[in-house]
């Protein structure tokens, strides 16, 4: 069946532009995440959803980062005026119910940002 | 430092072998541990998950974590070539998936 589908795979934009990623999760799917994976490093929470609403934020390192997802579905991940550091790939991920204990998490193959 | 401390790979060995990966956390609010395998150019996938200590085997993977030494691990038997891949460990204190990663050791195993 199909997973967790991200776009665009790669985006490349210079500095001080804004970007939207895009995550559509399984279908059915509860809860989505979004995290932030540098390289060689594990990936990093940012923020998640269960159905539209926001739980936690805690993640999102500035008031640049913004997330919704207005239907309990498809999500947007929103970077304003981005810098070179905000470069990394962007993973999310969705699960079938509330708690780990309950159904796995599955990622999507990200969105790779660059920032030039 | 960091909250979860992940022995740095890569690590190679021949096929058959057996492979042993390792974390070490400072939190010890963490209950709940994971073992993530991540392809190349691929999103990681879950791959063994235990809740508080013990042990848990599935099929050639046994997970182990120790919660009084704050020390997980993954044991991989007669390792095979498809074994190759990144290995993640994650963990989470309140069961909402807002996971702690380690920053994952490379495997690759030889024909």
């Known amino acids: 069946g199909a997973g967790v589908s991200q776009s665009p795979r790669y985006k490349v934009t210079k500095r001080g532009q804004d970007v939207a990623l895009r995550c559509d999760p399984i279908?059915?799917?509860?809860?989505l995440y979004w995290y932030r994976q540098a390289l060689g490093q594990g990936p990093e929470f940012l923020t998640y959803f269960n159905y539209e609403a926001q739980q936690d934020k805690s993640g999102l390192p500035n008031d640049r980062f913004s997330a919704e997802r207005p239907e309990g579905s498809i999500s947007t991940l929103t970077i304003q005026r981005t810098e070179q550091r905000d470069s990394a790939m962007y993973r999310c991920?969705?699960?079938?119910?509330?708690?780990?204990?309950?159904?796995?998490?599955?990622f999507g193959n990200g969105t790779r940002l660059t920032v030039t | 430092q960091k909250e979860v401390e992940q022995d740095p790979g890569p690590l190679s060995v021949p096929e058959g072998a057996i492979v042993s990966l390792n974390c070490t956390y400072s939190?010890?609010?963490?209950?709940?541990f994971m073992w993530y395998r991540q392809y190349s150019r691929k999103g990681p996938e879950l791959l063994m998950y235990?809740?508080?200590?013990g042990n848990k085997e599935d099929g050639r993977f046994t997970a182990q974590v120790d919660k009084s030494s704050k020390y997980i691990s993954l044991f991989i038997r007669d390792s095979q070539p498809s074994d190759s891949a990144t290995y993640l460990c994650?963990?989470?204190?309140?069961?909402?998936?807002?996971?702690?990663f380690g920053a994952g050791t490379t495997v690759t195993v030889r024909a």
């Open positions: 279908s059915g799917h509860v809860s």
């Open positions: 994650a963990m989470d204190s309140s069961n909402d998936y807002k996971l702690s």
């Open positions: 939190n010890s609010a963490f209950q709940y």
């Open positions: 235990t809740y508080s200590s």
């Open positions: 991920a969705s699960s079938l119910s509330l708690g780990t204990s309950n159904s796995p998490l599955h």
